[in-house]
C-alpha cells in the first residue's frame, strides 16, 4: 500500500478546511491545514504536500500570491484554487500562467472533486 | 382698413372738367342767341305789321277813291247837268245796279235843296230834305269834294258820305248843283276779314279819329250801335306825327301787345289802319327756343358725359394699371406686375411704369433675398434646435447609462461579497453532508438518504440563486467571436437537457447568418428563455425553435404551447427582480435583456392566454470583414 498523499488545505474559514479534511481523509488523502497564507507557505516548505487547495481571497494575502510562491519552489506539486465567486477568463488566464492546476467553485462536488484530484495526482507519479 | 380721406377717382375730376370747360360757354351762347332771336322776331312781327297796314291803308283808299271817282266821273260828264230828273234817275239807277256798296244817291241843287233821291231802302216818292247848312255841301260846293260824315246804317253798318259838285263842261267855275252818296263800308272789313282770319294771331281796324270804328277784321267789332276802338289805343295813334309806325305797348291793364298803324295816304280821310298782335307770341318763340336749348344742353352733357367717361378713361387706364400694380406689390406678388404696366404708353405715365417696373425688379430682387435670409435663418434654427435635441438626448441616455452602471456595479459588488460569504457555508455543510453520507455507507435508513438528498438538492438550489445573481451582476469585457449561428444553436440545443414530456422542434433559416456574440453570455441568456419555456409546460408540450432574417437583423425565436402571459405583465418581464414563480430571483429574463443590449440587438415577446409565449431575440447580423 502506498503511503497516502500529502494534502495542504489553506482557507481562513476553519469550517470549511475542517469539513474538506475529513471528507478527503475519508477518501484516503494526508491532510494538513492552514489559516492564513503566510502559515500555509509555512507548512508547504515543510511539509512538501503533493497538492494543495487554497482560497483565492485569504485575510493576508491572495491565493494566486501562494501559487506564485509555491510554483517557483516547485514544479511538481499540484496546486488547486477555490473561489466563491465568478472569475473572469483574464483572472483564470492569469492564475493558470502563475502555475494554477485546477479552479473549484464552492461549494462543491466531492466525488468530482476526489477524481480530480486522484487524476492530477496520478499523472504526477 | 380704415383710410382717412379717400381721393376722388381722377376720371370723375376730368370729367367735372370737361363738363365745366364745355357747357359753360355753351350756356352763355345759348342765351344770349335766345336774347337777340326774341329782338329779331319782335322786329320781325313790327315791320311785317307796319307793311301790313301801309298795304291795308292803300287799299282802304283806293276801295274808297273807286266810289269817289264814279260819282266825279257821273257829276263831270257833260249830259248829266242837262238831263231832265228822270234820265238822271235812270242813270243813277243804273250805277246803283253795278255799285252795291252804294246805298243813296242824291242830287241837290246849288241853294241846297233836294231835286233827286234815288236809294236802295227807299219808299217811292220820298221826302225831299234842304241841305243848304250842312258841312258835306257846303264843303262841295266850295272845294269841289267831301270824303266823311262817318254814321252807322240802320245803326250797325258803317257808311260814309260822298259829295261831289255837278258842273256844266262849258262853265266849270259854276257848279249847277251837288251829287252825293251814301257808301256802305261794310266790304272794308269784309276783306279785313279775309286778310285777318280770326284764327290768326294779329287783329286789324280801320278807324277815325274818335274812335269810330270803321272797319275790323272780326265783324262783331263793327256792327254794333256804339263800335269803338280802345280810348288808350285810339290817343296813342292820334298823337302819332308820322304817317305809320308801330311798337312795343303796355296798356293800363297790362296787356303787352305789338301796334303799328298807317294813315290812309288821302288827304280827305284822317283815318288809321290799326294792327295788333299780343306780345306773348313772341315770347312763347323765345319760350320754345330756351326749352330746346336746354334739351340740346341736356343732350350735349349726356353724350359729353359719355364721351368724357370714355376719354378718361382711356387717359387713366394707365394710371388705374399703376395703382393695381402697387397693389400687388404690396401684397408681394412681383409675378404679373410686369403684365400689368403700361409700358407701351408713350407719355409721361409710360415713363413713370419704367420706372415703376424697375422699382418692382429691385424690390423683388430684396425680397428674394430676404426671402431667401430668412429661409437660411430657420434652416439653421432648426439644425441647432435637432442638435441640442440630439445632444440632450445622447447626454440623457449617457446619464442613464452611468446610472445603471453604477447600480449594476453596486449591485455587482454586493452579490460578490454576499455570494462569497454564503458559498463558504454552502460550501460547509456540502462538506459535511458527504462526510455523513459517506460515513453511514450503503446501509441507510431511507429517511436519512432522502433527507441527504433534499439538504444537497437545497444547497443547489441555493447555488443556483447565488449564480444567477452574479451572472447578472458581474461586470465582465463583452467578447464577441464571429460565429455561424446555426452551428452555435445545434451545439446548444444538443448539450441541454431537454426533459422526456417536451417535444423540440427547430427550422433554422438556410441562409445560416454569421453573427458576431459572446458565447458564454448568448448561451446564458437562449438557456434561460428555454429553462422558463420547459418550467411553464410541466406535463407536456412542444418547444420551438426557429431562426429567421428580418432586414439586418436575424431572429431566434422560442416558443412555447404553455399557458401564455396576460398582457399586464409582457412590459414588466425583463426588469430585474421581477418573478413569477414561487422561487425565483426574477433575474433570467433581467439577464436575457442585459445580454441582448451588449450586443446591440433586442427582445421582444408575445404571448396569448392559452396558447403560448413567444421570445424573439434580434442579433445584428455580422458585416462581412
Known sequence: ?125 | MASPKRRGRLSVRLLFWFLNLSLLPLGVVAFFLIGIAHESISKEILSTQQALAAGFADTVHKYVSTFKNVLMETAGIEEFSSMTAEKQQKFLNRIMQVHLAILELSVVSPTGTEMLRVGRFLRPDPEMRKFEKDEWFLAALKRGLFMGNLERFQGLYPTMTIAVPITDPKAPSAPVGVLMGKVSLNGLTQMLGMEFPSSGRSSAAVVAPDGFVIAHCNPKEVFRPEAKLNGELVNIITTQTDEKGGGPLMLTDGTRLFGAFAYIPDKNLDWAVFIQQPMDYAERTSTAMLKRTVYIVLFVVLCVSVVALFVSGYITQPVRALRDAADRIGKGQFEEVRDLLPLDVNHEVGELAEGFDAMSESLKEKTDELVQAKQKLEEFTHFLERRVDARTRELKAAQDELVKRERLAAIGQMASVVGHEIRNPLAVIQNSTYFIKTKLGGEVDPKIAKHIKIIESEIQQANGIISEILTYSRTRELQPETTSLNAFLEDLVGAYPFPPHITLQKKFDGADASVSIDHTEMRQAIRNIMGNSIEVMPTSGTLGMRTYLEGEWVVIEVSDTGPGMPPEILDKIFGAFFTTKARGTGLGLAVVKKVMDRHKGDVRVESALGKGTVFRLYVPVAKPA
Open chain 1, 1 to 125: 500500500m502506498p503511503s497516502p498523499n500529502k494534502l495542504l488545505i489553506i482557507d481562513d474559514d476553519a469550517h470549511l478546511r475542517e469539513s474538506l479534511a475529513e471528507v478527503l481523509e475519508l477518501e484516503g488523502f494526508e491532510c494538513h491545514q492552514a489559516g492564513t497564507a503566510q502559515s500555509g507557505i509555512d507548512a508547504a516548505i515543510k511539509l512538501s504536500p503533493d497538492a494543495v487547495i487554497m482560497d483565492i481571497q485569504l485575510p493576508d494575502s491572495s491565493g494566486f500570491q501562494i501559487c506564485s510562491t509555491l510554483r517557483k519552489r516547485s514544479k511538481e506539486t499540484i496546486l488547486i484554487m477555490m473561489t466563491g465567486r465568478f472569475l473572469s477568463s483574464e483572472e483564470k488566464k492569469q492564475g493558470f500562467e502563475l502555475g494554477a492546476d485546477e479552479y473549484i467553485t464552492k461549494p462543491f462536488d466531492l466525488t468530482e472533486l476526489t477524481v480530480r484530484l486522484r487524476q492530477l495526482l496520478s499523472r504526477n507519479r
